[in-house]
């Protein structure tokens, strides 16, 4: 998962190993980016910090700031998102003691940590690192369209939340364990503490969207694959520019699609039905040809958590054949079937 | 020109009378910001401020700072860029000048005024406002994909450059004539300093590309057209997903689509090509469906000025006769027949 190659395409090196900043979430879902990176990276985990025994447990050990200090850890990653938006007070605590006990922290929240005057006085006395990874610093860069080496696979979707992340692991992952060189390359914030690089896309300024997707996959070695995590839905009225932008500067050889079973609206946008999956792959390549018009899709991975198994496999034996294509759930099935037609490429 | 309706669309409103920055421009491309207001807002612009007489004139009084709060301007504004990037010392005295003496200060740039440190001390004593426009505050919107009430036309394009934001400027000015309820939505700093308000689209943070985009032309009058300035390709690979989030935004139920005649090759972007003209007026129909699922493309218009005028009328007469659409050149023939497909709808 490391980026061993192409540093230049990440604005954001986070320092392993980390500690995951629990607080007091009672559900993995608010807490999804901590269980995420601890199932990813667990061996880039050291512990995690609960406030109380009743917040959920990652299953890694429970460590105080100074303890994980003296354990040799680098980072406080902030995996867990505020009620209500603002900061509380016990992180700030939390934040600026980790800074002056020299850990770097990394957080993925809409606020920005290094506004917070406790905080920036502590960054400053520190000199530690205080990463806002939604909110990119540096210039940006403007696309070119040019053409890059080595291959490029880019999960896409019929909306938001269909499981494009846990994908793009999956196949990172596939690819590595058959000694393929492959980067997973992180375009949001859970990808990025994942990773412990990548870049916000959305998070972006539009003008620069496809240009910074160009930087995320640098040219490299011609049999190398970067693994694209992808954003959004080209049929979503709030986010088909962040999707195209992204398509566009990943110049991707293979797009996956990815859905969920049983799905038939978009996520919290009322009167906007779920895209029909060949439609979606169509346009997809269609709008992926500007930038590399050998673009193809190679497969379907779908969430089938809705369904039953046995419903679950008649659903995806019924988009294979429909698609021609090979079509999977990551989580139940895994994804060999895309990664062979990948390499078949 | 001035926002009649829905104020809550604009991110910014700038007060007139103006005084136009021309500083030591040489050519009218330099200047472009500035001639564009002193063309299309004859009314509101009070002067303009030379450094010298070898800069170029825009044919209004010549006046300095104490001359134009006297004379009862509001605003000065930074009708030019400046060589370099960086921002002249000599803008810099002017600035705090104006602010001093009772002006707001408006501009383009791509650095932000209210950074420098002079700048900022002569707002903060002034109480003065300075808007940066491509910076936009405040709390962005995300987009709903909602239907709005009024009517909506955008211009879309073949290319950057090609002249939208003077079609739509003409469309607007010549629904007026016709004593057609009508706003022009200025999505660029030069559309922005001409209409007084506006949101720069390509400064936006991605995700909020559309959403702010519905905010630009929110619920009107039935019978109320919104004449939004375009912005970027669909088929450039730098800036598609920003032509993409503008265009989901905006809903429009017309399309009018810009190119150049005789441009053959994207501007700035080697090794693409102009994309044939009904290959971009299907999908830019095909992709606003989305939003609006009436919506259709009611006209072409080109920038035909590397012709001679014989070449260029037999060219939109193809044109006309291969889209079925009338096809016109804005300065040449002006938007009549536009503007009659439009009522038409």
């Given at each position: 998962?490391?980026?061993?190659?192409?540093?230049?395409?990440?604005?954001?090196?986070?320092?392993?190993?980390?500690?995951?900043?629990?607080?007091?979430?009672?559900?993995?879902?608010?807490?999804?980016?901590?269980?995420?990176?601890?199932?990813?990276?667990?061996?880039?985990?050291?512990?995690?910090?609960?406030?109380?025994?009743?917040?959920?447990?990652?299953?890694?050990?429970?460590?105080?700031?100074?303890?994980?200090?003296?354990?040799?850890?680098?980072?406080?990653?902030?995996?867990?998102?505020?009620?209500?938006?603002?900061?509380?007070?016990?992180?700030?605590?939390?934040?600026?003691?980790?800074?002056?006990?020299?850990?770097?922290?990394?957080?993925?929240?809409?606020?920005?940590?290094?506004?917070?005057?406790?905080?920036?006085?502590?960054?400053?006395?520190?000199?530690?690192?205080?990463?806002?990874?939604?909110?990119?610093?540096?210039?940006?860069?403007?696309?070119?369209?040019?053409?890059?080496?080595?291959?490029?696979?880019?999960?896409?979707?019929?909306?938001?939340?269909?499981?494009?992340?846990?994908?793009?692991?999956?196949?990172?992952?596939?690819?590595?364990?058959?000694?393929?060189?492959?980067?997973?390359?992180?375009?949001?914030?859970?990808?990025?503490?994942?990773?412990?690089?990548?870049?916000?896309?959305?998070?972006?300024?539009?003008?620069?969207?496809?240009?910074?997707?160009?930087?995320?996959?640098?040219?490299?070695?011609?049999?190398?694959?970067?693994?694209?995590?992808?954003?959004?839905?080209?049929?979503?009225?709030?986010?088909?520019?962040?999707?195209?932008?992204?398509?566009?500067?990943?110049?991707?050889?293979?797009?996956v699609m990815?859905g969920?079973?049983?799905?038939?609206?978009?996520?919290?946008?009322?009167?906007?039905?779920?895209?029909?999956l060949?439609?979606?792959?169509?346009?997809?390549?269609?709008?992926?040809?500007?930038?590399?018009?050998?673009?193809?899709?190679?497969g379907v991975a779908v969430?089938?958590?809705?369904?039953?198994?046995?419903?679950?496999?008649?659903?995806?034996?019924?988009i294979a054949?429909?698609t021609?294509l090979p079509c999977v759930?990551?989580?139940?099935?895994?994804?060999?079937?895309?990664?062979?037609?990948?390499?078949?490429?």
């Amino acid at each position: 998962m490391v980026q061993e190659n192409g540093s230049d395409g990440a604005r954001f090196q986070i320092p392993a190993p980390y500690l995951l900043l629990v607080g007091d979430a009672q559900s993995r879902l608010a807490a999804k980016t901590a269980v995420g990176v601890a199932h990813w990276r667990p061996e880039a985990v050291a512990g995690q910090l609960r406030f109380s025994k009743d917040a959920i447990d990652l299953g890694v050990p429970d460590m105080d700031v100074a303890a994980a200090a003296r354990a040799g850890v680098r980072t406080l990653m902030i995996g867990i998102a505020p009620s209500g938006g603002r900061l509380p007070e016990a992180w700030v605590d939390t934040i600026t003691s980790a800074l002056r006990a020299g850990l770097d922290v990394a957080s993925g929240l809409h606020v920005r940590l290094a506004d917070h005057p406790a905080i920036a006085a502590a960054q400053r006395e520190s000199g530690r690192q205080v990463m806002d990874v939604r909110f990119p610093s540096g210039p940006l860069r403007i696309g070119t369209g040019a053409r890059r080496s080595g291959k490029r696979v880019l999960a896409v979707g019929v909306d938001c939340a269909v499981g494009k992340m846990f994908t793009t692991l999956a196949i990172d992952r596939a690819l590595r364990a058959r000694g393929v060189k492959s980067d997973f390359r992180a375009t949001g914030q859970t990808g990025i503490f994942i990773a412990g690089a990548g870049i916000c896309v959305d998070a972006v300024i539009s003008d620069f969207v496809a240009g910074e997707a160009e930087r995320l996959s640098p040219d490299n070695a011609p049999e190398h694959w970067d693994v694209i995590e992808g954003q959004g839905s080209l049929f979503h009225p709030a986010y088909a520019g962040v999707s195209l932008g992204l398509l566009h500067g990943s110049q991707a050889d293979a797009l996956v699609m990815c859905g969920e079973l049983g799905r038939e609206h978009l996520h919290g946008v009322p009167g906007y039905r779920v895209p029909d999956l060949q439609d979606c792959i169509d346009l997809n390549q269609r709008m992926a040809r500007l930038t590399n018009p050998d673009v193809r899709c190679v497969g379907v991975a779908v969430n089938s958590s809705r369904l039953p198994p046995s419903e679950a496999e008649a659903a995806m034996h019924a988009i294979a054949a429909a698609t021609g294509l090979p079509c999977v759930d990551p989580v139940r099935t895994g994804v060999e079937p895309i990664v062979d037609r990948l390499l078949a490429l």
